[in-house]
C-alpha cells in the first residue's frame, strides 16, 4: 500500500485506504511514518475514509505509532471513520482514552493549531 502524504501547516495527512493488516502493511506504514519523524513531521492525522477493515495488528500498529509520536511532543489523530470501523475502534475501547476522532481531516488537522481546543467526537 502507498501512502501520501498531503502536508498541512499543523499536521501531515495519510490515508489508509481497504484493508488494513498490521502484518501486511505495518511495515511500510511505519516506514512512511518514519520518514515523515526524520523531516521533524510529528502531528499525524490518518483519513480513515476509505478504510474498510483493520485487524487487531493494524490496531497494535497505530498504538505503537501513537506512543512514538507521542514520546517526541506529537500526536495521531484519526479522521473520517464510518459506522464499521468506528464500532471497532469503540468496542477495543481505543477511543477517548488512546485516539482521538473527527468527523474529516479538516477538523483533525485544525485541531492540531495553537490555541485550537481538541474537540474530537469520541462517541
Given at each position: 500500500m502507498d501512502y501520501?502524504?498531503?502536508?498541512h501547516?499543523?499536521a501531515v495527512?495519510l490515508p489508509?485506504k481497504?484493508?488494513?493488516?498490521?502484518?501486511?502493511?505495518?511495515?511500510g506504514?511505519t516506514?512512511?511514518?518514519?520518514?515523515?519523524?526524520e523531516?521533524?513531521?510529528?502531528?499525524?492525522?490518518?483519513d480513515?475514509s476509505k478504510?474498510?477493515?483493520m485487524?487487531?495488528?493494524g490496531?497494535g500498529?497505530l498504538?505503537?505509532?501513537?506512543?512514538?509520536?507521542?514520546d517526541e511532543?506529537g500526536d495521531?489523530?484519526l479522521?473520517?471513520?464510518?459506522?464499521?470501523m468506528?464500532?471497532?475502534?469503540?468496542?477495543?475501547?481505543?477511543l477517548?482514552?488512546?485516539?482521538?476522532?473527527f468527523a474529516?481531516?479538516?477538523?483533525?488537522?485544525a485541531s492540531?493549531?495553537?490555541g485550537a481546543?481538541?474537540n474530537?467526537s469520541?462517541?
Amino acid at each position: 500500500m502507498d501512502y501520501p502524504v498531503t502536508e498541512h501547516y499543523h499536521a501531515v495527512v495519510l490515508p489508509i485506504k481497504g484493508r488494513f493488516f498490521g502484518s501486511v502493511n505495518g511495515p511500510g506504514f511505519t516506514e512512511a511514518v518514519d520518514r515523515l519523524r526524520e523531516e521533524g513531521k510529528r502531528n499525524l492525522v490518518l483519513d480513515l475514509s476509505k478504510a474498510k477493515l483493520m485487524d487487531s495488528s493494524g490496531i497494535g500498529v497505530l498504538i505503537e505509532t501513537a506512543k512514538t509520536l507521542r514520546d517526541e511532543g506529537g500526536d495521531i489523530r484519526l479522521s473520517g471513520m464510518e459506522d464499521q470501523m468506528r464500532n471497532l475502534f469503540l468496542m477495543t475501547k481505543l477511543l477517548g482514552p488512546v485516539f482521538q476522532s473527527f468527523a474529516n481531516v479538516d477538523e483533525a488537522v485544525a485541531s492540531y493549531a495553537p490555541g485550537a481546543e481538541a474537540n474530537a467526537s469520541d462517541d
